[in-house]
């Protein structure tokens, strides 16, 4: 059982930057990854990037590493998405889900409720 709480989203001018927060509830939060996701307007679900909370690094998609930074605090349960240089398509709806460790991508079965990212001027 995870619950997942999401935070930090809004408007942001082109070029700016955001962090977005995921504080997670569980029995044993070491065990799982947490993954972000993005949905764009009329667009399939992305999946930006992810990170064991047990320790490791984090692996980011090519399309995005340039410019994003996942970190985590296990102690306070929570993981960051630092986004940099942000442009209008990244503007999405914004998840972090989680799952066990060694499991697929398709198998992310607890998520947050999202948190709008607007990127505009």
């Known amino acids: 059982q995870v619950r997942l709480v999401e935070s930090g989203g809004g408007l942001v001018q082109p070029g700016g930057s955001l962090r977005l927060s995921c504080t997670a509830s569980?029995?044993?939060?070491?065990?799982?990854?947490v993954g972000w996701f993005r949905q764009a307007p009329g667009k399939e679900r992305e999946f930006v990037g992810a990170?064991?909370?047990?320790?490791?690094?984090?692996y980011l998609e090519d399309s995005v590493k340039a410019r994003v930074a996942i970190s985590r605090n296990i102690a306070k349960s929570t993981v960051w998405l630092q986004m940099n240089s942000l442009k209008p398509e990244d503007t999405a709806v914004y998840y972090c889900?989680?799952?066990?460790?060694?499991?697929?991508?398709?198998?992310?079965?607890?998520w947050g409720q999202g948190t709008q990212v607007t990127v505009s001027s």
């Open positions: 889900a989680a799952k066990l460790r060694g499991t697929g991508l398709d198998e992310y079965n607890y």
């Open positions: 569980a029995r044993s939060i070491s065990l799982y990854t």
């Open positions: 990170i064991y909370m047990g320790g490791g690094n984090p």
